[in-house]
Nanobody, 126 residues
Framework: QVQLVESGGGSVQAGDSLRLTCKAS????????VGWFRQAPGSEREFVSA????????DYTDSVTGRFTISKDNNEKTVYLQMNNLKPEDTGRYYC???????????????????WGQGTQVTVSS
């Protein structure tokens, strides 16, 4: 049974950087993609970024393009999200998930993910 554990969140000032880590354990890990989503209080969980496990293709939501970078280490079964120039609107709980299907842009849709971590909180003050 694969488990995902996120780490690296914290409370920072606008313009600061954080690096989130998502580490898989507990079995064979070969998803189609690993994605990061975030959820602000009172809001739905939204797509932030994803990376395909084999090819390393990356996707970002428009609001983080140019500021966030997703990367992976297959040997360590770990995905990173480097977040630079953080803004208050980046505040939220960040979750990583693994999606098996590649059909129909599955990596963009929360309900297509089969495994989630517990999340890590990111708070950005102005």
């Amino acid at each position: 049974q694969v488990q995902l554990v996120e780490s690296g969140g914290g409370s920072v000032q606008a313009g600061d950087s954080l690096r989130l880590t998502c580490k898989a354990s507990g079995g064979t890990f070969s998803p189609f993609a690993v994605g990061w989503f975030r959820q602000a209080p009172g809001s739905e969980r939204e797509f932030v970024s994803a990376i395909t496990w084999t090819g390393g293709k990356t996707d970002y939501t428009d609001s983080v393009t140019g500021r966030f970078t997703i990367s992976k280490d297959n040997n360590e079964k770990t995905v990173y999200l480097q977040m630079n120039n953080l803004k208050p609107e980046d505040t939220g709980r960040y979750y990583c998930g693994a999606v098996q299907s590649s059909y129909g842009g599955a990596q963009y849709f929360e309900n297509r993910y089969g495994v989630w971590g517990q999340g890590t909180q990111v708070t950005v003050s102005s």
